[in-house]
């Protein structure tokens, strides 16, 4: 019974506002989330995907929808790449379009201010 009184309390009393405290949370963390794994192209696309020079393409403020195609078009295959293709088989789709939400979000000018 002592492990089932919080609980039932919970249900009880607290339910409504804990799950109006659920979504604001739920958001930022997918925010959190979002830009974590998006961290994980700033390697070789450099921060919030500013790359400079040419030979790795900027990806900061490109469309959603595009960096989605594209990385869609890499995991299939049907775009080939040097290492993109290969590093693209280990997204879900879920996740290419937390990454691309993320960087689109993203300004296209300066990795300064772009934090959010
Ligand atoms: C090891 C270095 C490296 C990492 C890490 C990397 N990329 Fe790339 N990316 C490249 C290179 C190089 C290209 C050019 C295409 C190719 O040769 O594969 C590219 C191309 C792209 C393009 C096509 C851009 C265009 O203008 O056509 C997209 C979109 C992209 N990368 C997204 C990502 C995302 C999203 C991540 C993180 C999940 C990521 N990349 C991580 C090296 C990298």
Do not use: W
Not at 89 to 114: F, P, V
């Amino acid at each position: 019974m002592k492990t089932f009184f919080p609980a039932l309390l919970l249900i009880m009393t607290g339910m409504p506002a804990a799950l109006a405290q659920t979504a604001p949370v739920q958001a930022v963390s997918d925010r959190q989330f979002a830009r974590q794994i998006a961290a994980t192209c700033a390697g070789c696309h450099d921060t919030n995907g500013h790359a400079q020079g040419n030979a790795i393409p900027s990806l900061a403020g490109r469309s959603r929808e595009e960096l989605t195609a594209q990385m869609q078009a890499f995991r299939s295959g049907a775009r080939p790449g040097t290492i993109m293709q290969q590093l693209a088989k280990g997204y879900s789709s879920e996740q290419i379009d937390a990454i691309a939400a993320y960087l689109a979000a993203q300004s296209r000018e300066s990795a300064k201010g772009s934090q959010q």
